[in-house]
T-cell receptor, first 116, second 109 residues
């Protein structure tokens, strides 16, 4: 199974809502990632978890709160978002846990988030 | 912040070879160069990865010069289904993981 799944596929939320994005992989990968991708732009790294511990936070606002309950699951909790946070949120996993691009990342299909 | 740059777009016809370059002047000494393909509303998909010289797999080749400040993805005989956005990914010398600006490839019949 080389699949990364993400739910929901689409999400519309108001600026006062609290919601969560979920990501799951069963490849035994030890690193998991959250990316944000705006239209016609490359993905931007937000967070990296290595062995279930947060290893990289790319200065992401606190209204985004990641969580890694176990080695297969990754959540992104959303609270008090702004319209400019509307984007495709991608989850990825990789076998290796080092920094850099040395490990092949497997991406999920993403959650299309719209903040109204 | 170091930028990893690519041509914005390229056009090709079916059956032709396509070469897409990526400039990464600040690549970390020990890091690899990885290329991904992305279709609309999907996550990126791994194509090929290399550290130096040339790497070839069943779908592409990757050419990396000795100074490693650039790389070229070569798609040997493109088809309509290769129409997509192609990204390089490197870690820079500040340990940041950076996707290139992306190249939108359009293949015509």
């Amino acid at each position: 199974d080389t699949e990364v799944t993400q739910t929901p596929k689409h999400l519309v939320m108001g600026m006062t809502n609290k919601k969560s994005l979920k990501c799951e992989q069963h490849m035994g990968h030890r690193a998991m990632y959250w990316y944000k991708q705006k239209a016609k732009k490359p993905p931007e790294l937000m967070f990296v978890y290595s062995y279930e511990k947060l290893s990289i936070n790319e200065s992401v606002p606190s209204r985004f709160s990641p969580e890694c309950p176990n080695s297969s699951l990754l959540n992104l909790h959303l609270h008090a978002l702004q319209p400019e946070d509307s984007a495709l949120y991608l989850c990825a996993s990789s076998q290796g846990t080092g920094t850099g691009a040395s490990y092949e990342q497997y991406f999920g299909p993403g959650t299309r988030l719209t903040v109204t | 912040l170091a930028k990893t740059t690519q041509p914005i777009s390229m056009d090709s016809y079916e059956g032709q070879e396509v070469n897409i370059t990526c400039s990464h002047n600040n690549i970390a000494t020990n890091d690899y160069i990885t290329w991904y393909q992305q279709f609309p509303s999907q996550g990126p998909r791994f194509i090929i990865q290399g550290y130096k010289t040339k790497v070839t797999n069943e779908v592409a080749s990757l050419f990396i010069p000795a100074d490693r400040k650039s790389s070229t993805l070569s798609l040997p005989r493109v088809s309509l289904s290769d129409t997509a956005v192609y990204y390089c990914l490197v870690g820079d010398d500040t340990d940041k993981l950076i996707f290139g600006t992306g190249t939108r490839l359009q293949v015509f019949p």
